[in-house]
């Protein structure tokens, strides 16, 4: 069974900067897409990174240059480093994974969900 759980979220002034955290488990961790979706109040869920089994990434234009997303094979843990947050990255950041797959293209994963942990902004 696939198990994702995120940490690390929390309030933060804008400027500042965060790290979360998804440990994986249930699947093959290291062949899998995997990557983080967030969801604004009245929003649609949207991809914001992805990574894939051979390390390559791939971001949304609204967080090239501050967000980092990285994994460790080893822990079976996802991160997603966040710097010079702004007031419009406030929302619900959730972990996901597909297993079916180890490259993911232009697209980012959606097939298995995390909970989610929530990061707000303040100006």
């Known amino acids: 069974q696939v198990r994702l759980v995120e940490s690390g979220g929390g309030s933060v002034q804008a400027g500042g900067s965060l790290r979360l955290s998804c440990a994986a488990s249930g699947y093959t961790y290291s062949r899998s897409c995997m990557g983080w979706s967030r969801q604004a109040p009245g929003k649609e869920r949207e991809g914001v990174a992805a990574?894939?089994?051979?390390?390559?990434?791939i971001y949304a234009d609204s967080v090239k240059g501050r967000f980092t997303i990285s994994k460790d094979n080893t822990k079976n843990i996802l991160y997603l480093e966040m710097n010079s947050l702004k007031p419009e990255d406030t929302a619900m950041y959730y972990c996901?994974?597909?297993?079916?797959?180890?490259?993911?293209?232009?697209?980012?994963?959606?097939?298995?969900w995390g909970q989610g942990t929530q990061v707000t902004v303040s100006s």
């Open positions: 990574i894939n089994s051979a390390g390559a990434t």
């Open positions: 996901a994974a597909d297993p079916s797959r180890s490259y993911c293209g232009d697209t980012y994963p959606r097939r298995y």
